[in-house]
């Protein structure tokens, strides 16, 4: 349950001074949780109301830091998963989203350093269900186009402007995978590896396979490559990246039940990178095998299409960001996308009351990830949705980037 939040009347004048100036003067405001339940292990979620003179409500997103919870707290601030969030949405995304014809992110309205974030209340948007983390077409159509003119803003601010400075890239250095040993996003991943060659020794096609044991030696050194691929490149154009795109953190707002915008929320992972590091993802982490057999061509062609409209409305040339280049580095990138797709969907796919457990506090979140995750992930491969999405994620991986080289 969250608790209350300080909001001075200071920070309400900053808010609705952004407001358009129709709105007038406040009468008073409230903040109120967005739900009974713990939503989000890494700040409280609440709505702020704010009315004015004429008791006009208009509403807003808050995400405050847990102050109140001292073991939890301190996990958010070894990660700094808040700090970056607070950073990306006051420093980088203000000045890009201007230069791009949609919207692709909530606007932030205040940045109240170490404690929360106002933003833009999506209450137009809603996240797409699925028990497999998986969008159909419709919704990749719009979600590929959006994140194209994300990608783009990037290029159209260096191309007009300058790039990014030594002081703005410090601001992107890695949190999701940190190359500190003792780091806890970094022995999460030592402990993910650990339970997914678990889940590949359940998979039939590989538990009677002589190359079995060559196989579960060689996956370690597999999947931590992630750490490499998630740096800034030296060979490819890199623009500011999201970082953690799957199912949950993409909002469509429908029109007669079909998808026609998205935004993206949650940028805690934001990185500076090849736009393939985040196109990967976003097509491996949510997407099936047959999906991406009779979509992926076209979705790639939509994506590329919409980043040379993007150029071309600022007179910047393709070659800022050539499709050839795309193409390639998605090939080059495909690796990192089944790593993440694992990696995610492993913890992702879990029954809820494995995540409500996890997400009560900091004790168990460490439990759940330093200790417990294989046994509850190997009781999870009993269920089916579970376990033909692993067996697909991982048979990928293995078959395409263990088995040839053994």
């Known amino acids: 349950m969250s608790v209350a939040v300080e909001v001075t009347n200071n920070d309400i004048q900053n808010i609705v001074g952004k407001l358009p100036k129709s709105f007038g003067g406040v009468n008073r405001f409230e903040v109120v949780p967005l739900s009974d339940s713990l939503v989000g292990f890494w700040g409280d979620?609440?709505?702020?109301?704010?009315?004015?003179?004429q008791l006009v409500k208009h509403d807003f997103f808050l995400k405050a830091v847990p102050r109140h919870i001292e073991s939890r707290l301190e996990i958010i601030q070894e990660t700094g998963f808040f700090e970056r969030e607070m950073k990306i949405y006051e420093h980088f995304i203000p000045g890009l989203q201007v230069l791009s014809s949609i919207s692709w992110s909530p606007k932030i309205y205040l940045a109240k350093e170490d404690y929360f974030i106002v933003l833009e209340n999506l209450?137009?948007?809603?996240?797409?269900?699925?028990?497999?983390?998986?969008?159909?077409?419709?919704?990749?159509?719009?979600?590929?186009?959006?994140?194209?003119?994300?990608?783009?803003?990037?290029?159209?601010?260096?191309?007009?402007?300058?790039?990014?400075?030594?002081?703005?890239?410090?601001?992107?250095?890695e949190v999701a995978y940190p190359q500190k040993e003792g780091h806890i996003r970094y022995r999460g991943v030592q402990t993910a590896i650990a339970t997914?060659?678990?889940?590949?020794?359940?998979?039939?096609?590989?538990?009677?396979?002589?190359?079995?044991?060559?196989?579960?030696?060689?996956?370690?050194?597999v999947v931590r490559k992630i750490f490499k691929f998630v740096e800034s490149s030296k060979k490819f154009r890199n623009v500011l990246l999201h970082g953690d795109i799957w199912v949950n953190n993409v909002m469509f707002k429908y029109e007669n039940s079909k998808p026609v915008e998205a935004?993206?929320?949650?940028?805690?992972?934001?990185?500076?990178?090849?736009?393939?590091m985040d196109l990967v993802t976003f097509f491996y982490a949510s997407s099936t095998v047959k999906?991406?057999?009779?979509?992926?061509?076209?979705?790639?062609?939509?994506?590329?299409?919409?980043?040379?409209?993007?150029?071309?409305i600022h007179n910047i040339p393709t070659s800022a960001l050539p499709r050839d280049e795309i193409l390639k580095s998605f090939n080059e990138y495909k690796i990192a996308g089944l790593i993440e797709a694992a990696l995610f969907n492993h913890t992702t796919l879990l029954p809820s009351d494995v995540a409500t457990d996890m997400m009560n506090s900091s004790e168990e979140y460490e439990k759940f990830f330093q200790e417990c995750r294989k046994a509850k992930c190997v009781k999870?491969?009993?269920?089916?949705?579970?376990?033909?999405?692993?067996?697909?994620?991982?048979?990928?991986?293995?078959?395409?980037?263990?088995?040839?080289y053994l």
């Not at 979620?45 to 003179?53: P, Q, R, S, W």
């Not at 590929?144 to 003119?149: D, E, I, P």
């Open 263 to 276: 935004k993206y929320i949650d940028f805690q992972f934001a990185r500076y990178a090849p736009p393939a």
């Open 196 to 221: 997914l060659q678990k889940l590949i020794k359940l998979i039939p096609k590989y538990q009677n396979s002589p190359k079995l044991a060559d196989i579960l030696k060689a996956f370690p050194e």
């Open 380 to 404: 999870a491969f009993e269920e089916s949705h579970y376990s033909d999405r692993m067996t697909e994620i991982l048979s990928e991986l293995i078959d395409d980037f263990i088995v040839p």
């Open 45 to 53: 979620h609440f709505i702020l109301k704010v009315y004015n003179d």
């Open 291 to 312: 999906f991406r057999e009779k979509h992926l061509k076209d979705l790639l062609d939509i994506y590329c299409k919409t980043i040379e409209n993007e150029l071309k």
């Open 123 to 173: 209450r137009d948007y809603h996240l797409y269900p699925s028990i497999i983390n998986v969008w159909d077409y419709d919704h990749f159509v719009v979600a590929t186009k959006t994140l194209a003119v994300f990608h783009a803003s990037t290029v159209i601010y260096e191309e007009k402007f300058e790039p990014m400075s030594d002081d703005e890239l410090k601001l992107l250095e």
